[in-house]
């Protein structure tokens, strides 16, 4: 439904920002903390604050100790457990061999960082937000950016609510808000939909590489207490993608109250179309060194998420008329630490800057450059500098020769004698390879105890979407996709997505049938990345809508 179809209301702000994740609520923090004066409004798409969240997570507390110095008596749920222990395994099929952290760059270390729930730690920043007189309203996706007759950006509009499948109105339609703002950030998150828009709008990626991602798949467990040794922090690679011909790694940190969080990364610019990043995870579990910590535990949670995996180089430019790109929008994640938290937070505190600048001095809808500027000459650009050719060695080179070249380019960095070059990407969809060169990968069945079939593990994710609502998974051309994806490449969908959202129905003598399964979506954006074809297209459902993760 076009914003000139239907009467809306309307709300004025100083400052809109789009997501209720670690960049978001920053921002919103340091704008009240520089000038309270501020109206500043954070819309979130998840059914409350930390519903959408998923890491691992081992949080770096550098850009949180510069937003409140005091954090750890504040109350802050991430200060319970400080990493204590700290092990890197390369794993075979049935043995392992630790890998000693002494050879590893000193950024490598978790020394003095903590582990706990990131949707926690959201949680806890929206309370200080609004503590502060930011108003938050979760529920509320952003579906569609407003312009003015420059092109500069002025605000959202948010869904609309009560729309049935058919696109008629039902008894509860409400249509959306617009909220007009001087200055709007995104802060969606890895592949967020109006971040693609205004991707391509601006051309905003016309000088940095294309974005790569990774897709992380997580299960939260109650262990045996005897088991549980908190601030363990356990990093692997090796098998089973090995076995694959893909990349990628696990993880199991031993967090507070008996629970560890173990997840397990698959890089998406794998080839072979039989590829499953779940069935991956779940025969990761069966490890003997994995499955000794899970044995006499149970599940008690289950979520995935794409992950930006492109470093430094894959920053694109951060401003433009009326707004900005921060956090995983802009993709700010350090790859081999596997931790973006703290450079996010950091990007949403230096936009922050800007805009409370920007305003005091009168203007608005103007371009941040001073915003860019300021992440490009930040601790976030030195970090992420160290570590830029750290995906692509591995992406190239594989496991063990391209763990070998990204260690010694990292430890030749920190000394500042690396070579001044950073490696190239292509983006995951074009490494997609066709069915007819490879051959089925012969999964394991899960054990119900172990591990777990997808439906079963969704259900965990306490996903919930209304059902009679628009299908927010379009297909842009339905026979490109059986021409193509089922045809040439043997249905990676059904592979890919972490939910079962997609299948194939095949009937006898009957065209197959692609089905989508939206309401199992869990919002990880991986079909819109991996699809070969790029003909998927994820936009945001009805508010609210999606996971409802409690602890992730």
Not at 487 to 499: D, K, L, M, N, V
Request: proline fraction near 7%.
């Amino acid at each position: 439904m076009s914003a000139e179809a239907v009467e809306r209301e309307s709300m004025p702000c100083d400052v809109v920002i789009v997501g209720g994740g670690p960049a978001g609520l920053a921002a919103a923090i340091r704008l009240k903390q520089i000038n309270d004066a501020l109206e500043v409004v954070v819309l979130e798409k998840g059914s409350e604050i930390g519903a959408h969240i998923l890491s691992g997570a081992v949080v770096d507390p550098k850009a949180l100790g510069e937003l409140f110095p005091e954090w750890r008596e504040m109350g802050c749920p991430i200060a319970e457990t400080p990493v204590t222990d700290n092990w890197h395994w390369v794993l075979s099929k049935k043995g392992k061999t630790s890998l000693p952290h002494i050879f590893m760059p000193p950024l490598m270390s978790n020394h003095g960082c903590y582990t706990g729930s990131l949707g926690n730690l959201c949680r806890w920043l929206a309370e200080q937000a609004e503590a502060l007189g930011v108003m938050v309203f979760p529920g509320f996706p952003a579906a569609e950016v407003m312009f003015d007759d420059a092109g500069a950006v002025t605000g959202v509009i948010t869904q609309d609510m009560g729309v049935a499948a058919d696109g008629s109105h039902k008894p509860d339609y409400q249509p959306g808000m617009e909220i007009h703002a001087k200055y709007t950030l995104f802060a969606e998150g890895a592949r967020g939909n109006l971040t693609k828009q205004l991707k391509a709008k601006f051309d905003l990626e016309k000088d940095c590489q294309p974005q790569v991602y990774g897709l992380g798949i997580k299960e939260l467990w109650d262990i045996d207490p005897d088991k549980h040794v908190p601030g363990r922090v356990i990093h692997t690679q090796g098998w089973p993608l090995t076995e694959s011909g893909s990349w990628g790694g696990g993880f199991l940190y031993h967090q507070a109250n008996g629970q560890v969080a173990l997840g397990f990364v698959t890089a998406l610019d794998y080839a072979n179309p039989y590829v499953s990043p779940y069935q991956e995870f779940q025969r990761w579990k069966q490890h003997p060194a994995i499955r000794e910590y899970l044995e006499g535990g149970k599940r008690v949670a289950y979520g995935a998420r794409a992950i930006n995996e492109g470093g430094w180089q894959s920053v694109p430019k951060l401003a433009f008329p009326g707004g900005a790109l921060v956090g995983c929008a802009a993709g700010f994640v350090n790859v081999p630490r596997i931790k973006g938290s703290h450079t996010a937070m950091k990007s949403g505190m230096l936009a922050a800057e800007s805009i409370a600048a920007a305003i005091a001095g009168g203007k608005e809808h103007t371009e941040l450059a001073d915003y860019d500027a300021a992440v490009r000459s930040s601790w976030i650009a030195d970090e992420l500098k160290l570590v830029q050719n750290a995906q692509p060695a591995v992406a190239k080179f594989g496991g063990d020769i391209g763990t070998v070249i990204a260690g010694a380019d990292m430890w030749m960095r920190t000394l500042k004698i690396g070579l001044p070059i950073a490696m190239k990407h292509t983006p995951d969809y074009t490494h997609t390879g066709r069915a007819d060169l490879y051959q089925p990968i012969d999964y394991p069945k899960p054990d119900g105890v172990i591990s777990f079939d997808r439906l079963t593990n969704v259900a965990y994710s306490y996903t919930n979407h209304a059902e009679d609502q628009p299908c927010h998974l379009q297909l842009k051309d339905p026979e490109l996709q059986e021409r193509s994806e089922y045809e040439i490449f043997a249905g990676p969908s059904t592979r890919y997505c972490p939910a079962g959202v997609y299948e194939w129905v095949t009937e006898e003598g009957k065209e197959p049938r692609f089905v989508i399964n939206s309401q199992n979506c869990v919002h990880c954006k991986t079909c819109d990345i991996k699809d070969p074809n790029q003909n998927i297209n994820w936009t945001t459902p009805e508010g609210g809508g999606g996971p409802n993760y409690p602890n992730m």
